[in-house]
């Protein structure tokens, strides 16, 4: 093969030349396209006879990606997505809102189940006795007060609660889920404040206690077999304490519920009978913590919701106030 076919074929000996063809086509090739994607840019059009490297790396505010337009959003249709965005979250906000507040609603009736299930365990440890909610004779001859001896208190070893750490006990489960997040941020998790509430019949130590300073065994009501009607009786329940009319804030430490009237936040949503508010309202009283519903621990251990808030639907009242100053409702032997 002759020198000259033999560079013709592929020149593998002249890597010189090899370079310089190289250099050559590619820079051909970028300038190419380059003016292919630039056909409008007054730069390239007055220079583009030399192909000089000082006009191509000039910015052309012509030039274009092929393909595509990119451009940005207009304020219009900035305003719109924002607008369309706006429309679906008032939309939704409400339905996860409803979503939240049904949750703490079966949150609050687990509790209940919970604690009805720490007081069957009392039962069996104290012979078949709920447990009260203030000192046993033989509790106060030994220093202790009623204070000491609150029911929830009486069951709290039975939980494996959630502690300080100074080692104070929380007291969130045995809170409605609504009092919680409030005494949370006003009172602390190891506050007592928001507590639910223990049928005041079985917190009052009774007439034979508060005449004898001998004996607070003998209460009528410590077994629950003389209870008339178990399943209507309520045992424990849901309290607000909370001040709905004058946005403050009412008692911190309550844990019982009272049988006379109504909490306020009840009337707030609906319960009237005529009576004046401000002498019918009863911040012991059960509360609509859930929409219009309370929750109820009742004393056959079932728990339930009922509507608080319309007259006809609180089974457990008088029709009369003088009936519910009797003390009808919720009397461990006298509710209807
Ligand atoms: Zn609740």
């Given at each position: 093969m002759s020198e000259s076919s033999k560079a013709n074929?592929?020149?593998?000996?002249?890597p010189a030349r090899l370079k310089t063809t190289h250099q050559a086509v590619t820079e051909t090739d970028v300038f190419r396209s380059y003016k292919i994607t630039h056909t409008n840019c007054p730069l390239l059009k007055a220079d583009?006879?030399?192909?000089s490297r000082n006009a191509r790396n000039q910015r052309c505010d012509y030039a274009k990606p092929t393909g595509f337009p990119l451009h940005g959003f207009t304020l219009i249709e900035l305003l719109v997505v924002i607008s369309i965005i706006a429309v679906l979250m008032a939309i939704l906000m409400p339905a996860l809102g409803k979503v939240k507040e049904q949750a703490r609603a079966v949150v609050c009736k687990a509790r209940l189940r919970d604690i009805g299930s720490t007081f069957r365990l009392y039962m069996q440890d104290n012979n078949g006795c709920l447990p009260p909610s203030w000192a046993f004779q033989s509790e106060l001859n030994s220093g202790k007060t009623d204070g000491d001896m609150t029911w929830f208190l009486r069951v709290k070893d039975y939980y494996d609660l959630k502690r300080s750490a100074t080692g104070s006990v929380h007291y969130?489960?045995?809170?409605?889920p609504i009092m919680e997040d409030w005494s949370r941020k006003n009172?602390?998790?190891?506050?007592?404040?928001g507590i639910y509430g223990y049928n005041i019949f079985f917190i009052e130590t009774g007439q034979d206690a508060r005449n004898s300073?001998?004996?607070?065994?003998?209460?009528?009501?410590?077994?629950?077999?003389?209870?008339?009607i178990p399943s209507e009786l309520p045992l424990i329940a849901d309290l607000d304490t909370r001040d709905p009319l004058n946005a403050g804030l009412e008692g911190t430490s309550r844990w019982l519920m009272s049988y006379i009237n109504p909490h306020p936040a009840a009337y707030a949503k609906g319960w009237m009978n005529g009576d004046s508010m401000s002498t019918r309202h009863d911040y012991y009283g059960p509360a609509p913590n859930h929409g219009v519903n309370c929750n109820f621990l009742m004393a056959d251990n079932h728990v339930e919701s009922r509507n608080v808030c319309r007259e006809g639907e609180w089974?457990?009242?008088?029709?009369t106030f003088i009936e519910q100053m009797s003390g009808r409702a919720f009397h461990p032997t006298r509710n209807p």
């Open positions: 074929v592929c020149e593998p000996d002249n583009s006879s030399n192909g969130n489960l045995f809170k409605c009172a602390g998790d190891t506050s007592a404040a300073s001998t004996d607070r065994k003998r209460m009528w009501w410590k077994n629950p077999a003389g209870i008339k089974p457990w009242l008088g029709t």
